[in-house]
């Protein structure tokens, strides 16, 4: 016996729009995921190959180097994409999700009744 959970998933695969929303959320993934990694790498490589710029002092008075608001930026940076990502993933793509399966759902509950009523 399927459950609940189980028997609207395989009825969303079914979906004409669900192959769509599919690609649609792995390209987006994808998108995420080269941003994230090039911004990492952008960071490291600036590190490595402009060491001489990001280690000297902030101001005279101050021994901070450029190091340090360079790299929290690149944090924040992370953090706001990461964000970015979350909030997409948590209204469009539930939201897109949760349409085709009540849509399903509702489609599956009327082919019942109707069977049922034959």
Known sequence: MQTVDSES???ISQHP???AWVAGQRLYRRRMAVVLGGSYAVFLLSVVFLSCILLTPVSVSNPTPWLVPFAAFFILL????T????????TVG???RE?????CLRLNNAN????VKS
């Open 94 to 96: 539930d939201e897109e």
């Open 17 to 19: 729009d669900y192959a």
């Open 78 to 81: 992370q953090f706001l994409l």
């Open 9 to 11: 998933n395989s009825l």
């Open 83 to 90: 964000g970015i990502y979350v909030k997409h993933a948590n």
């Open 99 to 103: 349409r085709m399966r009540s849509e």
């Open 112 to 115: 019942n009744s109707a069977a």
